[in-house]
């Protein structure tokens, strides 16, 4: 079982940055993949970055490759999302997941555990 909690969402101005931290609870923190997931209203949710369990593996949509850096930190249990050069396009609640198959995956899916969000607005 993980319980999964996002922080570090807000307003920001289109070309800025921020990041996005996700704490974990649960002794099965080490053998999950993590994930970061968007929806925007009106839209499905998507698929963003994801790491696998020992953090050597990555994947990225490509609407954010070159812009966007997932990592994980083991002894805090925690997932960041660094984004820069934000877009107007990058507005959404953005989701934070756990696959416990350890592997990368970019769909939702494959997901076991979610969190509940946090809105990032970009503004133009």
């Known amino acids: 079982q993980l319980q999964l909690a996002e922080s570090g969402g807000g307003l920001v101005q289109a070309g800025g940055s921020l990041r996005l931290s996700c704490a974990a609870s649960?002794?099965?923190?080490?053998?999950?993949?993590l994930g970061w997931f968007r929806q925007a209203p009106a839209k499905e949710r998507e698929f963003v970055a994801t790491i696998n369990w020992s953090g050597t593996q990555v994947d990225y949509a490509d609407s954010v490759k070159g812009r966007f850096i997932i990592s994980r930190d083991s002894a805090k249990k925690t997932v960041h999302l660094q984004m820069k050069s934000l877009k107007y396009e990058d507005t959404a609640v953005y989701y934070c997941a756990a696959a416990m198959s350890g592997q990368i995956r970019v769909v939702a899916s494959s997901y076991d555990y979610w969190g509940q969000g946090t809105q990032v607005t970009v503004s133009s």
């Open positions: 649960g002794a099965a923190w080490g053998n999950a993949a």
